[in-house]
Structure formats: structure tokens, C-alpha cells
């Protein structure tokens, strides 16, 4: 729903910057992006409604924020990011509803929010939403290395009882994994130079691959190993399909 509303809204802007994404290229018409948007929604909210009320009252507030983050001019302003961390962190929650341990997933969720935030406002400079900044891109790379630390902690936190010792070890390793990622891709970024280019959307596709290994590190906490190592595993992945897609 989110994605589709996106292309949707930004289709002007798209044809100007972004002429191979799907409406643009002439791929997907108008038409069929708006029956997306609209079937997708509903399935969305159906399927919340069959896990109970907190379950679609928190569906309805994220398709709510995701869609004031796309129809809302320049994506909301200051605001966008803080949206698009709200949308990541109720995912979270929703699912936690669902199995019936919202508040245990608070934590969790908090880190999930700061990681978004972070990146989305390193990523409006890639469009020159905001003007660039060196030094305000580190900055907002260094939080979401810092939410990346936190994260195995806080699911940890979350859980009674703790989860084994090699789980948790599993997911501290990877949480250091991802800080690790996110400044070797700066340190490529800085060393190519940030005067126009693709470097930018490299580093920030870097970030946002890294939810990966975000999301791996939070399995790991809850002592899931067989879908830590499945995202583990989409990692490269993911880093071979934003050769042919753009990741933001």
C-alpha cells in the first residue's frame, strides 16, 4: 500500500528525476496504481480486523501515516521523517498485538523509530529536500548506528525470560555488524566525494539495506534463529537487487 501510494503521489516528480521507476517508464498506469493502493489498503485492514480492535486501530493509524507522509506536500516537511519511523515502529507493534504482548514491544519498537528517523532524514538530502550537510549526514548515520547497538538489547529487555546466551551473543555480534556496515558505507561515500553523483543514494541504499541485519539482530534477541538466519541470508540479496532497483 505504502509503496504503490508513494509512486502514486510522486509520479510528477518521478518523471523529472526518476524516469525507470514503474508510472513514469509507462509500466504501470495511473489506473492500475490507484487499484493497488485501494486493494491493498483494504486487505490490509481486513486482515488486521480478523486479530481484533487494537490490532486495526493500529493498521488504520499506519495507513493513516503513511498516507500524510505521501499526499501531504514535500512528504509532510520536517515532519516525514518522524513519520516514516512511526510506520516501522507500529509494523512492530502490530505484529506484537497480534500476539498479544504490545507493551513488551515497546522497546523494541523505540529503536525501530530512532533507525528510521535517522535514515529518512539523511535521505532527504538525496533528493535535495534538504540543503547537504557533511557533517549533518554523519550525524544522522552515527544515530542509526546507535540504534543499531541498542536494538538486541532492547529486544532482549523485552522478553521473559531471557533468551540463551549464544542467542543473545548472536544478536549483539550483528547489531555491532550493522553499526560496522553503516561506516564502511560512509567511509566509501567520503572517500568518492559527495558532489553529485550516485554517492548519495549509495550510502543511504546502504542504510536501508542494513534494516536486514536490524531486523536479523532483533530475531536473534528473541532466540528465533531459523528467521535471523533467513534475513541474515537476504542481506546480499538485498544488496543485488538495488543494482537494477532504487532502494529509496
Known amino acids: 500500500f505504502g509503496m504503490a501510494q508513494n509512486d502514486l503521489a510522486d509520479r510528477e516528480k518521478d518523471a523529472r528525476l526518476g524516469r525507470g521507476r514503474p508510472i513514469p517508464s509507462g509500466e504501470v498506469t495511473p489506473a492500475a496504481a490507484r487499484t493497488v493502493v485501494l486493494a491493498s489498503a483494504a486487505a490490509a485492514l481486513g486482515l488486521a480486523a480478523t486479530t481484533g480492535t487494537p490490532a486495526l486501530a493500529l493498521a488504520a493509524s499506519i495507513v493513516g501515516c503513511i498516507s500524510l507522509y505521501n499526499l501531504v506536500p514535500r512528504h509532510a516537511g520536517r515532519l516525514g521523517p518522524a513519520l516514516l519511523g512511526a510506520v516501522r515502529g507500529q509494523n512492530l507493534l502490530l505484529g506484537a498485538t497480534a500476539l498479544g504482548a504490545p507493551v513488551a514491544a515497546l522497546p523494541v519498537a523505540a529503536t525501530y523509530f530512532v533507525y528510521v528517523l535517522a535514515v529518512s532524514s539523511a535521505a532527504r538530502m538525496e533528493d535535495a529536500e534538504v540543503p547537504f550537510s557533511r557533517r549533518g549526514l554523519r550525524a544522522r548515520l552515527g544515530v542509526a548506528q ?50 553529485g553523483g550516485p554517492t548519495i543514494p549509495r550510502l543511504i541504499g546502504a542504510a536501508l539495506s542494513g534494516f536486514f541485519l536490524f531486523d536479523a539482530a532483533v530475531a536473534f534477541a528473541a532466540g528465533a534463529w531459523v528467521a535471523a538466519t533467513a534475513l541474515l541470508l537476504l542481506f546480499p540479496v538485498s544488496r543485488a537487487l538495488v543494482r537494477r532497483f532504487p532502494p529509496s
Open 146 to 195: 546507535v540504534a543499531g547497538l541498542l536494538a538486541p538489547a532492547a529486544a532482549a529487555f523485552a522478553l521473559d525470560p531471557a533468551p540463551p546466551a549464544p542467542a543473545l551473543a548472536a544478536s549483539a555480534v550483528v547489531g555491532v555488524g550493522l553499526a560496522a556496515w553503516i561506516g564502511r558505507a560512509w567511509r566509501t561515500a567520503a572517500a568518492a566525494g559527495f558532489e
